[in-house]
């Protein structure tokens, strides 16, 4: 990926064919090597790192013109403090191995800078010019020249989204995880959704059933009259869309039993959106056997004097607390009965909104989110709205 930015982008490729040692890291646009002069007055070297704007693989005039400093304050050659560019000094933790001292704020006029190439040579040469001064000839542009190895990423694109508000770092608490998602109606299909947006190692779906006309009306996204003809696997249909975005997802159309539990071999998190009865049960029991951690979803919906009304679901299962799901918290017992959503009601905002808590309490449980209650149970009320928390602990 940062290998085809450099080569499709002008104001990047300047940046590189000028000998400036330029990486992109994240989603960040590096530059290295920077000279600069310490209070010591001393020639050292520090990092420039910008956010990057995008249009898919094309840059976009920089919207910000704060640059981020790894490095001691850049001092004149008499080692009194750089003037000329206001700074803070976040001391952040930029992700993707990146961390800022300070951040700097040179704005050259209303319109800001024109590109990349502009806004990186123009910090390199405020912070390296003292340097030059002590040292003739030193200089950022260092590059020698060859091809940087691209860093291995689970996006067909960078993740803009998480630099520019500077949560590189929080996301960078999903690269290792395996996740499952079992059962892709509609809460399966947005709990995808969301998990297809973070940086997640692999992302495996389960569910044997076929996509629908039904289905359309409940899941993520807009099928087209052709596809619901062909019938595709939820499954297949699903990862269709979403590895455009995320190249980590495995599809599999099958059904739960003795014979694909060891499908879930090796995950590290599992989201259940199933069917009460012994497929469940047997799910339940081989994640509580790998010691994995799971949500289990689900809701209740009644149909009464013309409106609908209900609750919806989110039980949590960790290896250090289990015993409330074998409590009652969820249902083993087949399906059927009164319930409404059984017959294909169409509620994708229940559906996607059950899917959000799901999402956030498994964010919550990775430190991304506070937890202050750690609660592993909860309800979500329509009538009244009401969100209510049980099972601390």
């Known amino acids: 990926m940062s290998r085809a930015l450099f080569s499709l982008n002008p104001d990047l490729a300047r940046l590189r064919s000028e000998g400036y ?72 933790d930029l992700g993707h191995g990146l961390t800022a001292r300070y951040s700097f704020s ?44 691209d860093e291995a990423s689970v996006f067909n694109y960078l993740d803009t989204a998480s630099s520019r508000v500077g949560i590189g770092a929080l996301a960078s608490k999903f690269t290792q995880e395996v996740v499952a998602i ?25 569910d044997g059933d076929d996509f629908l006309s039904h289905n359309a009306f409940r899941a993520p996204g807009a099928p087209s009259l052709d596809e619901l003809r062909d019938a595709p696997k939820k499954v297949h249909y699903l990862k269709g869309i979403y590895e455009r975005m995320h190249r980590g ?17 090796g995950i590290t998190f599992a989201f259940l959106s199933m069917d009460a009865g012994d497929q469940k049960r047997a799910v339940v029991a081989k994640l509580e056997a790998l010691g994995v951690p799971f949500i289990d979803v689900g809701m209740g919906l009644e149909l009464t004097n013309g409106s609908l ?3 919806l679901r989110v039980t949590t299962s960790t290896p250090s607390k289990r015993e409330h799901v074998h409590q009652g918290r ?20 229940l559906n996607a909104l059950n899917a ?3 999402v956030v309490k498994w964010k919550k449980l990775r430190g991304f989110y506070r937890d202050l209650e750690q609660e592993h149970h909860s309800t979500y009320t329509t009538d009244g709205g009401m969100l209510l928390n049980g099972d601390q602990s």
């Open 182 to 206: 079992i059962g892709l109606g509609g809460t399966g299909g947005y709990t995808l959704d969301f998990v297809a947006k973070t940086p997640v190692k692999q992302i495996r779906l389960f």
């Open 21 to 92: 040692f330029m990486r992109i890291q994240g989603s960040l646009l590096v530059m290295l090597e920077v000279p600069y002069v310490d209070a010591q007055r001393r020639v050292r070297f520090g990092t420039l790192v910008s956010s990057l704007d995008l249009a898919g693989d094309r840059t976009r005039k920089p919207e910000t013109h704060v640059m981020q400093w790894d490095g001691d304050f850049p001092c004149n050659a008499d080692g009194t403090p750089l003037s000329g560019i206001s700074h803070a000094a976040p001391n952040s």
């Open 249 to 265: 997802i495995e599809a599999h159309a099958v059904d739960m039993n003795a014979g694909t539990l060891g499908l879930l071999d």
């Open 309 to 311: 009304g209900g609750i």
């Open 330 to 349: 969820i249902s083993f017992a087949g399906g059927g009965g009164q319930d409404v959503y059984a017959s294909n009601i169409q509620v994708a905002e």
């Open 106 to 149: 040179s704005k050259p006029s209303d319109q800001g800078y024109p590109d990349y190439y502009a806004k990186m040579s123009t910090y390199a040469t405020i912070v390296s010019g003292p340097a030059a001064v002590l040292q003739p000839g030193i200089s950022p542009r260092v590059f020698s020249g060859g091809e940087e190895e």
């Open 356 to 358: 959000c808590l799901a």
